[in-house]
Nanobody, 122 residues
Framework: QLQPVESGGGVVQPGDSLRLSCAAS????????VGWFRQAPGKEREGVSC???????RYVDSAKGRFTISRDNAKNTVYLQMDSLKPEDTGVYYC????????????????WGQGTEVTVSS
């Protein structure tokens, strides 16, 4: 069973950038559409971006123009490049395989990783 492993979070200032990585054990990530999700303090987990197995990308409105999702199948890894970070981007970021990927809905399935925490604060 595919097990995601997220990394790359940290504490940054508004306007800074971070690149999150989603590696996988137990299966080949390239077979699946993959999404990034964020859980802000006190809020439910929500989809941020997703990428199909063929490389088609989708972003929710808050991520458009600032975040870029990509995948390196040779490294079995999906990335989320986050630029122009804002305090409202703060939260724990998770990746997961998804069975629906659109800018309005990203539906996860399978296992969750432990997440990686992003804090944007001045």
């Amino acid at each position: 069973q595919l097990q995601p492993v997220e990394s790359g979070g940290g504490v940054v200032q508004p306007g800074d950038s971070l690149r999150l990585s989603c590696a996988a054990s137990g299966d080949t990530l390239s077979y699946y559409a993959v999404g990034w999700f964020r859980q802000a303090p006190g809020k439910e987990r929500e989809g941020v971006s997703c990428i199909s197995s063929s490389g088609t990308t989708r972003y929710v409105d808050s991520a458009k123009g600032r975040f870029t999702i990509s995948r390196d199948n040779a490294k079995n890894t999906v990335y989320l490049q986050m630029d122009s970070l804002k305090p409202e981007d703060t939260g724990v970021y998770y990746c997961a395989t998804v069975n629906y990927c659109s800018e309005h809905r990203i539906t996860p399935f399978g296992s969750w990783g432990q997440g990686t925490e992003v804090t944007v604060s001045s």
